[in-house]
């Protein structure tokens, strides 16, 4: 996600070093710690401005949650939504999520979130696509044997691939949804970016795929 420079958002960030995460690399195996229970792990690549991450902490307050972007504007309104939930169960991540082996040992995490990623629909750029094979890997040794990424998008192109991608990497699709919001899916937290494109008739798609 994109967003216009906000003004003050590095200070924003740096006055609440309670859920903002600026050394993530110096956490890496002792989340749980940070946290200080043995609640399972779930972490968003890409934040966009909080709404999916803050609702599912307050939707789930045994699971501890973490939610990284590499913008310092849109982890600054993530922050935002944070605060106005009271939600003790949630950190931020100002990092780059292109490899997240650097903030997370192996198995550390329970379950990915990724939604509404960069299509980069380039073939040229396909191997910056986060469902690309090198990120799974990146995934697998984050996650659980037999954990799961959780993947949402309204770009069909880019599902399709990442169906695909998932599937010649051996993972399984546990549940695939052509249309979300059209469906008896009960534990749905909408993205800001979800909320703008389905009122609009766009059609989200979804899918649960997991390791095996």
């Given amino acids: 996600m994109r967003v ?7 200070e924003h960030l740096e006055s609440h070093p309670q859920f903002v995460i600026s050394q993530p690399e110096a956490m890496k195996g002792h989340w749980r710690e940070l946290f200080g229970n043995d609640n ?4 968003e690549v890409g934040s966009g401005k909080g709404a999916f991450i803050s609702g599912m902490a307050l939707k789930h307050p045994d699971i ?9 504007s849109v ?3 993530a922050l935002d939504k944070v605060l106005a939930s009271q939600a003790a169960n949630v950190r931020l991540l100002l990092a780059d ?3 997240l082996r650097n903030y997370f040992a192996a198995q550390e995490v329970d379950l990915l979130y990724l939604n509404f990623s960069d299509p980069w629909p380039k073939t040229k750029h396909e191997k910056r696509r986060l469902t690309y094979k090198t990120f799974l890997e990146t995934y697998r040794y ?3 044997q037999k954990g799961e990424i959780h993947f949402k998008t309204d770009n069909r192109s ?9 599937s010649q990497y051996g993972m399984l699709l546990n549940k695939v949804w052509l249309d979300l919001h059209d469906s008896d899916f009960s534990d749905n937290v909408m993205t800001e970016y979800e909320e703008k494109f389905s009122k609009k008739g766009q059609v989200i798609y979804r899918v649960e795929a997991q390791f095996l």
């Fill in 75 to 77: 982890l600054s309104h």
């Fill in 64 to 72: 501890n949650y973490i939610a990284i972007d590499m913008q310092v």
């Fill in 97 to 99: 999520g292109s490899d």
């Fill in 4 to 10: 216009r420079k906000r003004k003050g958002a590095e």
């Fill in 40 to 43: 399972p792990i779930h972490i």
């Fill in 158 to 166: 880019l599902f399709e691939y990442s169906l695909v991608s998932f």
């Fill in 142 to 144: 984050i996650l659980p």
